[in-house]
Every structure is written in structure tokens, then in C-alpha cells.
């Protein structure tokens, strides 16, 4: 059985409100991790890397 928008009563809790909470739950508990060490040391160097990158086109 298919029921539209249209037809969902007042008060009844819609068909994708289940997935829709638990998909919200687990976005939450993800940004709520720290981000690893090693990823931040990847970054750090990255942005050493462009920094020099930028010096050497500066001279």
C-alpha cells in the first residue's frame, strides 16, 4: 500500500520519519569525533608544502 503526502493524517508520524531520525543520530555522533592525529599531520604538511610553493614563486 502507497500512501501520499496527502493522506498522511494529522498527528501520525510520516514513513521516512524513522530514517530520517536515525540518519540525523548518526551524522551527529561522526562530527562529534575528533579528527586523528595523522590526518591533522597530513594537513599541517600540506599547508607547509603550499606555503614554500609560495615563497619559492614569490623570489
Known amino acids: 500500500m502507497i500512501i501520499s ?12 520519519a524513522s530514517i530520517s531520525r536515525k540518519l540525523r543520530d548518526f551524522y551527529d555522533a561522526v562530527q562529534e569525533e575528533g ?5 591533522l599531520d597530513l594537513l599541517e604538511k600540506l599547508e607547509e ?11
Do not use: C, L, M, W
Request: glycine fraction near 4%.
Open 49 to 59: 608544502a603550499e606555503r614554500n610553493t609560495k615563497s619559492v614563486k614569490v623570489k
Open 5 to 16: 503526502h496527502n493522506e498522511i493524517r494529522p498527528g501520525s508520524v510520516q514513513p521516512n
Open 35 to 39: 579528527i586523528p592525529d595523522r590526518f
